[in-house]
């Protein structure tokens, strides 16, 4: 099964909403000529209203960078899923490294956040990725299992639109990138675990990004891996020449 590259942006917390919006127009008028590939951008939460204003009409998806996992309540500075939907949004991000570490999101809330991003009709973008000193020691392919058998190990089932991120967090903007060939090794243990989780049909139609340190220079070799099908750019994602850069490998 031919699987359909997806390029994804990753804002994180940068721009002014007037970059935001320039960046979002030059992105927009930049892929016009674009159709074998989806293109994906993820704005922090003050400016996913305006910019899905601009996104009418084009054919970029638009994608929060986190969720709350319950969807309403008293839940002072959290964003439900529900109001996600709201503003436009079609995807989120759950999981990421910097979820995980800096604000010690446990295995369990993201099999929430996975749970209520499915019920209700968002596609999630779920982030794995080990640390250095766990490559370093080998610790590679049991981490990435520990982490997708606590975000999906529950699910009988997940659709075939569903993304999971492969993000070594030792390549996370440091400048440093996993090899084709490292990366590939874990892209297929991962389509590995789900085809015995899922069966062969969703292995085949699962997405599997490569995200770290992502830019023009290397995006061809990681995308001429067999089981790379994007990938989540973070900064290389804040500059429009570099962004289409990528998009156009």
């Not at 490292?182 to 243990?189: K, L, R």
Request: with cysteine; hydrophobic share 40%; proline share 4%.
């Amino acid at each position: 099964m031919q699987r359909r590259a997806l390029i994804a942006g990753n804002w994180k917390m940068n721009l002014s909403l007037k970059e935001a919006i320039s960046l979002t127009k030059e992105i927009a008028n930049g892929i016009l000529d674009i159709e074998d590939r989806d293109i994906l951008i993820a704005p922090p939460f003050p400016y996913l209203y305006p910019i899905t204003q601009l996104l009418k009409g084009s054919k970029i998806y638009l994608s929060a960078q986190n969720m709350h996992w319950e969807r309403e309540g008293a839940f002072t500075g959290e964003v439900s899923g529900l109001m996600l939907k709201d503003v436009g949004c079609t995807h989120v991000i759950i999981g990421h490294s910097e979820r995980r570490i800096i604000f010690q999101e446990t295995d369990e809330q993201i099999a929430r956040k996975i749970n209520t991003a499915l019920e209700i009709g968002l596609c999630p973008i779920l982030c794995v990725g080990e640390k250095l000193e766990e490559r370093e020691s080998a610790q590679t392919f049991s981490v990435i299992k520990s982490q997708l058998e606590g975000a999906l190990g529950h699910l009988r089932s997940v659709p075939d639109s569903f993304v999971i991120a492969y993000e070594p967090v030792w390549a996370i903007g440091t400048g440093r990138t996993a090899t084709p060939s490292q990366a590939q090794e874990v892209h297929s243990f991962i389509r590995e675990w789900i085809r015995k989780k899922f069966g062969e049909e969703k292995s085949s139609a699962i997405r599997i990004l490569y995200g770290g340190s992502v830019k023009p220079e290397n995006i061809r070799d990681l995308m001429s891996e067999k089981d790379i099908d994007g990938v989540l750019v973070g900064g290389a994602s804040l500059k429009s020449e570099s962004f289409l850069k990528i998009i156009r490998f």
